[in-house]
């Protein structure tokens, strides 16, 4: 036997007795029916029409070859965000961007990456000679996304975090002679943001990747190695250099027959805070194919749905996520997860919106940022040159990463408790995932979209999904962050709470 009791069974007919009379009674000859639902029901109707089977097929669709992963600046990224503004014009969005349109265009250079590359390692022998060892891409190494295209034969010089900092008394390149060859350089710097913050702030500068390419070439290198085994865009193009991402496999090569490994040079720089840089005793061959766009145009995706209210609509709730990825790194990068999962959630909770006719008090305003990839240019930009004043920005909820896993993580939702309250009674009432919020000291070098609202001081929160059971290869900025990867469930959950959370913070 159902749960549903006799009781309620026997009264049934009645209630729709009277929903009948009351439908009979509202309607008046030659006009249209009057719209049946309460906005509680609409929003009900709405939040159950959210389904994973089509946020899935958004991230499908974003993830397809014809969008070439999404590289700011490409022909790809501009369709893939041709597509959003379909969708978004079809709801009954209005277009915010530059003149009129739906794009907020920004100086983007960008650099394609071809397949054609190599890495190989050469080591002396005891008898004389040289056997050499070559890498494979993906699985050992990526070329770097913002490499010059050509060849370079050259000794290894490991120098440390790639650092020269004199006004805290510290150099990387102090004693090593890196002239014509090739760096061999550690990412961020030797210590974290906690526990001492101010120190932490005075060395971030030197964290930035297209810091420690500028400074590897200042010095006269002809090439790096980079102990950071991911394809990314996030750096400047130097002509003439030529970078490499490398693994564990290679740095602890680069270590053979040292007296001590790489893991312990790193333990012992970080304990010191002192280089210990030294030349590594063997030559290595770096060939890149790239090509370099310093003409390249990036854009954000821009749209509002506006509230109701004659003072409350110049107010607005921010939904942002990142529609761009990293392009080819020889084969095509999907960026399901990243961010493919971020808009797909964002668009399913935009529909949402717009068809439950909800009346809303503040205006609904969407970003879909270009270049998040490229160190967050397309958010930056848009703080830098906002379509309403970032003052009138109550809440901006920034979607991140949120297609695998099974819990949900709210970055500053510490700092800024009310966006989190209206997304955490939207979950206790209706959803019921595990679901916390962090505490974000936003110190560190910015690595999402959020870094420049928090910044400029807009209440933000960053969204992401955890938990996920680990897979059998590296995903994240691989070619393997694919739709099949992803967890349809928390994208559907995820986007009734936002969907939810938004006509809470718009009318509240
Ligand atoms: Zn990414």
Known sequence: MSRLSFAA????????????ATTLAGQQPGRPAPTPASPQDRTMAAMHGISSHVILDYVKEMTAEKYAGRLTGTAG?????????????????QPMGDKGSWYQKFPNPYTLVRPGTELSLHLPQPGGGTITKSYAWETEFFQGSTSDAGKVNA??????????????????????????????VEP??????????????????????SYKIENAAKHGAAGMVYDYHIANPNARFVKGFILTYVGQTVMNDLFAGLPVSHRQTVDQIRSTLKPASRPLGKTMTLVNNTEHHPEGIGSNVIGVLPGSDPELKNEYVVLGAHLDHLGYNHEMM?????????????????????????????????????????GVAGSEYYVAHP?????????????????????????????????FEAMKRANDAYVHRAMGAFANPNLARPRQDAAHFLWAKIPTVSIGTSGAPPLPYASYHTTKDRWEILTPEIMEDLARITFLATLDLVNR
């Open 9 to 20: 069974r026997a009264l049934a007919p009645l209630s729709l007795i009277a929903c009948f």
């Open 77 to 93: 990224y501009d369709s893939s965000a041709a597509w959003t503004v379909g969708l978004l014009r079809s709801w009954g969005y």
């Open 155 to 184: 000794e290894a010089v490991y120098v440390g975090y790639g650092v020269t900092a004199p006004e805290l008394g510290y150099d990387d390149y102090a004693g090593v002679d890196v002239k014509g060859k090739i760096v061999v």
């Open 188 to 209: 961020e710097v030797p210590m974290g943001p906690m526990p001492d913050s101010a120190f932490f702030r005075k060395w971030r500068p030197y964290s930035f990747h």
């Open 334 to 374: 999907p960026g399901a997860h990243d961010n493919a999962s971020g808009v797909a959630v964002l668009l399913a909770a935009a529909e949402a919106i717009a068809k439950s006719k909800v009346p809303m008090k503040r205006s609904v305003l969407l970003l879909l940022f270009g270049a998040e990839e490229q």
């Open 387 to 419: 379509v309403v004043p970032n003052a009138k920005i109550t809440a901006f909820l920034n979607l991140e990463s949120v297609g695998r896993g099974e819990r949900i993580g709210v970055s500053s939702g510490v700092e800024y408790p009310a966006i």
